[in-house]
């Protein structure tokens, strides 16, 4: 049987560009092979491969805590506290719990006609520190005269009284160590024959007080918590 030369040539051919096709990557319609990897695969998605779904039972991960940032002043900065004084001192600001009932204690107690400075120390251990004060202040007697508004306008005179204007009372509390004024309490000048009044230290330590005049009588009286003879 005697085939014939063209058609062999032609089968030839054709497997000749068959190979040639599957190394160039190119689809031949109607014989199946490998598609090219040209970034589509054959559902259309991209990417040679297709993506891979979502596993339903996959636990979700947590995002990280992200803690916020105030803008500056708007929050305070934690520092230590001052020391202002020694251990010794500060536990006589409170008086001790068996002592809080006592009572108090006369110090120091005057009566004189003010002239000069009358001056005491002592150590207050538990405070307060109560001064009260009793004055009696000579009044000055002035002559005014005057003239009336109404009718014929005649001279008028009268005598008007008031505590003598040079009366003054003072008391300067100081450290006794440094000197320096811890308080300062003053009447100058008394406005009644009669006055009386009072005024309270609230802080221990080594004290000098002064205690100064003139012109008024005054009683002068300190007192303390008992618990500072302990």
Same mark, same amino acid.
Request: with cysteine; proline share 9%.
């Given at each position: 049987?005697?085939?014939?030369?063209?058609?062999?040539?032609?089968? /030839?051919?054709?497997? /000749?560009?068959?190979?040639?096709?599957g190394?160039?990557?190119?689809?031949?319609?109607?014989?199946?092979? !490998?598609? %090219?990897?040209n &970034?589509? @695969?054959? !559902?259309?998605?991209a +990417?040679? @491969?297709a993506?891979?779904?979502?596993?339903?039972?996959?636990? %979700?991960? *947590?995002?990280?805590?992200? *803690?916020?940032?105030?803008?500056? +002043?708007?929050?305070?900065?934690?520092?230590?506290?001052?020391?202002?004084?020694?251990?010794?001192?500060?536990?006589?600001?409170? $008086? %001790?719990?068996?002592?809080?009932?006592?009572?108090?204690?006369?110090?120091?107690? *005057?009566?004189? =006609? =003010?002239?000069?400075?009358?001056?005491?120390?002592?150590?207050?251990?538990?405070?307060?520190?109560?001064?009260?004060?009793?004055?009696?202040?000579?009044?000055?007697?002035?002559? #005014?005269? &005057?003239?009336s508004?109404?009718?014929e306008?005649?001279?008028?005179?009268? !005598?008007?009284?008031? $505590?003598? %204007?040079?009366?003054?009372?003072?008391? /300067?509390?100081?450290?006794?160590?440094?000197? #320096?004024? =811890?308080a300062?309490?003053?009447?100058?000048?008394? !406005?009644?024959?009669?006055?009386? &009044?009072?005024?309270?230290?609230?802080?221990? &330590? @080594?004290?000098?007080?002064?205690?100064? +005049?003139?012109?008024?009588?005054?009683?002068? *009286?300190? #007192?303390?918590?008992k618990? @500072? =003879?302990?």
């Amino acid at each position: 049987m005697r085939v014939k030369i063209p058609f062999v040539l032609t089968a /030839i051919i054709f497997v /000749i560009f068959v190979l040639s096709a599957g190394c160039t990557g190119v689809q031949i319609p109607g014989i199946p092979g !490998n598609a %090219p990897d040209n &970034g589509v @695969n054959n !559902n259309g998605n991209a +990417g040679g @491969n297709a993506a891979p779904s979502a596993d339903p039972t996959a636990e %979700p991960t *947590e995002e990280p805590t992200v *803690e916020p940032t105030l803008p500056a +002043g708007a929050s305070v900065v934690m520092a230590t506290p001052i020391q202002t004084e020694d251990a010794n001192s500060l536990k006589y600001h409170i $008086p %001790p719990a068996d002592a809080a009932d006592d009572g108090y204690m006369t110090v120091y107690t *005057e009566s004189k =006609l =003010l002239s000069g400075i009358t001056a005491f120390d002592y150590f207050l251990k538990t405070p307060p520190m109560i001064f009260t004060y009793d004055a009696t202040v000579p009044v000055v007697t002035r002559t #005014k005269t &005057g003239t009336s508004e109404f009718g014929e306008k005649e001279e008028y005179t009268v !005598n008007v009284t008031y $505590p003598d %204007p040079l009366s003054y009372y003072q008391i /300067i509390v100081y450290d006794k160590d440094t000197s #320096k004024v =811890l308080a300062e309490y003053a009447v100058d000048p008394f !406005n009644k024959v009669r006055d009386k &009044g009072s005024f309270k230290y609230l802080s221990p &330590g @080594n004290l000098h007080v002064e205690i100064s +005049g003139a012109v008024a009588t005054v009683t002068t *009286e300190v #007192k303390v918590p008992k618990s @500072n =003879l302990d």
